[in-house]
């Protein structure tokens, strides 16, 4: 276990590389505890890393997706640390990527981490009865599906020692994440043609009208129902890479259902920058955990 305080370089995924968006000082008290095994893959271990607030009794836990076009990435990069001084605890792990394991894999790995987390939270110290997900990019696809999900049989996998443990949570945050993978490239300008393309091969194993029934069933639109949990968006509106429409199918999705769900449009946002993470849309960000969590 290690104690301190952080100083930390903050990275959000595009397609295809971890770009540097925000490179600041966090001054935060910390315990973290790294490199948990929460599951094992046919050729590695499956591992996350617990980071628990100091002074802080039974913290609402969030769990970091990392992006990358489902490629790329790993559990190093987390830029909701900042949360830590709100009484969170957080968890960011790595999962099998696409070059590993096509989808599913990437699902069944998330919640298998999730069933673990819930599963040791009694010794790690934070509550597992409030949990959210939060991801970008490709993470932002990812938390998404996984929240709209619980208990899909096809979904849930056999990854991990905790088939009993729930992978339910109570909210999600998604930045700027897909959401239908059969309407994304009519959606999509000739440079998000140019990097999403190459990424779905990978990720579902070709092209949407290729491979329609794997584009339902990885994309978060089509398992919305009224027990899914309040969804935060967060996108922005010159985003080249993943277009917007795709967080407002989500919305209307959840609209339909009568669900909680929250739009945040950043105004000028590409795909990701410093504008996602600064202190205005981090205020977003937690008042809309807040409501849910405490």
């Known amino acids: 276990m290690l104690k301190g305080k952080i100083l930390i370089g903050v990275y959000v995924s595009t397609f295809f590389v971890m770009e540097t968006i925000r490179a600041q000082e966090l001054q935060v008290d910390y315990q973290k ?6 599951g094992q893959s046919a050729d590695r271990e499956l591992l996350l890393d617990i980071y628990l607030p100091s002074a802080v009794d039974n913290p609402p836990l969030l769990i970091w997706v990392h992006g990358g076009a489902w490629r790329a990435g790993t559990k190093d990069s987390v830029p909701i640390l900042d949360f830590l ?11 099998r990527l696409s070059g590993e394991g096509m989808f ?4 069944h790995d998330i919640k298998a981490a999730i069933r673990f ?6 010794s790690q110290g934070y509550n597992a009865q409030k949990v959210a997900l939060l991801g970008a990019s ?18 849930e996998g056999e990854v991990g020692d905790f088939p009993a443990e729930d992978s339910d949570v109570q909210a999600v945050v998604s930045y700027y994440g897909a959401s239908n993978l059969t309407t994304i490239l009519s959606q999509s300008t000739p440079h998000g043609l140019s990097v999403r393309k190459p990424a779905l091969d990978l990720f579902i194993g070709g092209q949407p009208e290729d491979n329609a029934a794997r584009a339902r069933q990885a994309s978060p639109v089509f398992h919305v129902d009224s027990s899914d949990p309040p969804l935060l968006l967060l996108h922005g509106d010159q985003d080249p890479q993943m277009p917007i429409n795709q967080s ?15 739009f945040e449009v950043v105004h000028g946002a590409a795909h990701g920058g410093p504008e996602f993470v600064d202190a205005q849309r981090n205020a977003v960000v937690l008042a809309f955990l807040n409501k849910h969590l405490k």
């Open 138 to 155: 490709s993470g932002g696809h990812l938390v998404s599906l996984v929240g709209v999900t619980n208990g899909n049989r096809e979904l």
């Open 85 to 95: 001084d709100d009484g969170y605890a957080i968890a960011s792990l790595d999962f």
């Open 33 to 38: 505890i790294p490199d948990l095994v929460y």
């Open 117 to 122: 987390l819930r599963a040791r939270a009694d």
């Open 104 to 107: 599913p894999a990437q699902v």
């Open 248 to 262: 407002h199918e989500l919305q209307y999705a959840y609209q339909q259902h009568g669900l909680d769900v929250a």
